[in-house]
C-alpha cells in the first residue's frame, strides 16, 4: 500500500487547533476519527490491483527510427471501478531522450466488469530486440489519498530492424540491370554466357557477335544478344569482429556494411541469383540460406537486426573455412570487412588463395568521411598535422587494397553513404561481364 495525496491531507488539516493532532500519520489518524474512516473508506473503495487481466497485442517490429505502437488491454474484474495511474515499463533505448517519462504513463478509469486499452508509442534508438519490462498499476480510491500498488509481467518483444536506406538506389539499380538483361526498348548487349536472341546488326555493334549462319539465311546481318546468367551464387559475409566496432559518424561500421549488403541482397535477387548471408567472428552470428526471392529480403533484415560488434579479433581461418562450406559451388562471396593493414596483412591475405581459386571475391570497406576533411584542413599547425596523418592513413589503405588486387579481388572502398551504391554497381559490372 503507498500512501498519496499526503499535501492535500494537511492542507484540510490545517484548519484544526495547534497541538490536537500529532506530526505523525499514526498521531493524525488517532486524533481525528472521521479522517481515519475516510481513508479507510478510500483504501476499501480503491479497485484492487492484482486480480486485473493484462493483454498486449500490436507492433512485433519496426523498422530503426520508424514508431511502433503496442496496445495494453486492461480488463478489471472486480466489482469496483479502476482509477488508476499505469506506467509500461520498456528499455531506456525504447525511446529517444527525454520522451520516456511521458511515453509509458498512462491514466484511465475502467468501470466493474470492463476493459479499456492504452497504447504505448516506441521510438527505438538502436537495433535488436527490445523487451518490455513490467506494468505497474496504482490503483486510487474515490478520494485519492490511499492507493493500491501492484506489477504485471505481460510479455512482449518488438525487433528493431535495420532502417535500410540505401534502398532509395534500388530503382535505379534494377533500371541497369533490365538494361543488362535487354528488357528495355534500348537493348544493351550484356556479355554473359547465355545466349538471348538474334536481331539485326546496327551501326556500333561488336562484330564478333555477327552471327554468319544467321546471315546467310536472311537478307540482313544478324547479330547475337547475350543476358547475364541467372541463379548464380552470391553470398554475403559481415565479418562482426573488433574493427566493425569502429564508429562512422553517429553509427558503428557494421551497420553501413548492413546497408551496403541489403541493397545487394535486393538487387541481386531481383536479378534471378541466390543469396545467402553469413556474419562471423570466431563463430557464426548470423546464417541465412536457400530463401526464394521473394523472401530473401526480409530474411536478411530480420536476420542482422539483433547483430552486434564483438570486440574481438576476427578469425580468419575460420571465416574462410565456413565461407568455403557455406559456398559449395562457384559463387560471387562479398566480405563486408576493413581494409586497415594489419588485419588484412595478418588474417586476410595468406587465406584468399583458396577462397579465389573457386570463387569470385569483392571486399567492400567502410571508409571514414572525417579522413577526408582532416585531409583537406589548412590554416594552422595543428590543421597541417591532421592532413599529413590523413594521408598517411589513406596512403595505407590505398596499399591495402592493391595488395587485395593483385590476388585478383575486387576492392570497393567508399564512406557509408556511396559504399551501397557502389558495391552494387561492382556486381553489376561483374555481372555485365559474364564473371558470375
Not at 73 to 99: E, K
Amino acid at each position: 500500500m503507498a500512501l498519496t495525496g499526503r499535501t492535500a491531507l494537511l492542507a484540510a488539516l490545517g484548519s484544526l487547533p495547534v497541538g490536537i493532532w500529532d506530526p505523525s500519520w499514526t498521531g493524525i489518524l488517532a486524533v481525528n476519527t472521521p479522517l481515519a474512516l475516510a481513508c479507510a473508506c478510500d483504501f476499501a473503495l480503491a479497485a484492487p490491483v492484482r486480480r486485473l487481466r493484462l493483454t498486449r497485442s500490436g507492433d512485433t517490429s519496426v523498422r530503426l527510427g520508424d514508431p511502433a505502437d503496442v496496445t495494453l488491454t486492461i480488463t478489471n474484474p472486480s466489482r469496483r471501478p479502476l482509477r488508476a495511474q499505469v506506467r509500461d515499463a520498456w528499455p531506456p533505448s525504447s525511446w529517444r531522450s527525454g520522451s520516456e517519462y511521458e511515453a509509458s504513463r498512462h491514466r484511465l478509469r475502467i468501470p466493474a466488469g470492463e476493459r479499456r486499452r492504452v497504447t504505448t508509442r516506441l521510438l527505438p534508438t538502436r537495433r535488436g530486440d527490445r523487451t518490455a519490462d513490467r506494468v505497474t498499476v496504482r490503483s486510487y480510491g474515490p478520494l485519492g489519498l490511499f492507493t493500491r500498488q501492484g506489477t504485471h509481467r505481460v510479455p512482449w518483444t518488438v525487433r528493431v530492424l535495420p532502417p535500410f536506406h540505401s534502398r532509395k538506389h534500388l530503382p535505379a539499380k534494377l533500371a541497369r540491370l533490365r538494361e543488362l538483361d535487354g528488357r528495355t526498348s534500348v537493348l544493351t548487349r550484356g556479355e554473359g554466357t547465355e545466349f538471348d536472341s538474334l536481331r539485326e546488326y546496327v551501326p556500333g555493334d561488336d562484330t564478333r557477335s555477327i552471327d554468319w549462319r544467321a546471315t546467310a539465311r536472311h537478307s540482313a546481318v544478324a547479330v547475337r544478344t547475350w543476358r547475364p546468367e541467372r541463379d548464380r551464387h552470391i553470398l554475403l559475409v559481415l565479418d562482426t569482429g573488433r574493427t566493425s566496432a569502429g564508429r562512422v559518424g553517429d553509427a558503428p561500421r557494421l551497420d553501413a556494411s548492413m546497408d551496403a549488403a541489403l541493397l545487394l541482397g535486393a538487387l541481386a535477387s531481383r536479378a534471378g541469383d541466390r543469396v545467402d548471408l553469413l556474419a562471423y567472428d570466431r563463430r557464426t552470428r548470423a546464417l541465412v540460406q536457400g530463401r526464394t526471392a521473394g523472401d530473401v529480403l526480409p530474411a536478411l533484415v530480420n536476420a542482422m537486426a539483433p547483430l552486434e560488434p564483438e570486440l574481438i579479433e576476427t578469425d580468419a581461418r575460420g571465416l574462410t573455412a565456413t565461407a568455403l562450406h557455406t559456398a559449395h559451388r562457384r559463387s560471387l562471396i562479398v566480405l563486408l570487412t576493413s581494409l586497415d593493414a594489419a588485419p588484412v596483412e595478418e588474417g586476410l591475405l595468406p587465406l584468399l588463395p583458396r577462397l579465389t581459386k573457386r570463387h569470385t571475391v569483392i571486399v567492400a570497406s567502410v571508409a571514414d568521411p572525417q579522413i577526408e576533411s582532416m585531409a583537406s584542413a589548412r590554416g594552422s599547425t595543428d590543421a597541417i598535422y591532421e592532413a599529413a596523418s590523413a594521408e598517411q592513413a589513406k596512403a595505407e589503405r590505398r596499399r591495402t587494397a592493391e595488395q587485395l588486387t593483385r590476388h585478383g579481388v575486387t576492392v570497393v572502398d567508399a564512406t557509408p553513404s556511396a559504399l551501397p551504391p557502389a558495391l552494387a554497381d561492382a556486381y553489376l559490372a561483374l555481372k555485365s561481364a559474364g564473371r558470375l
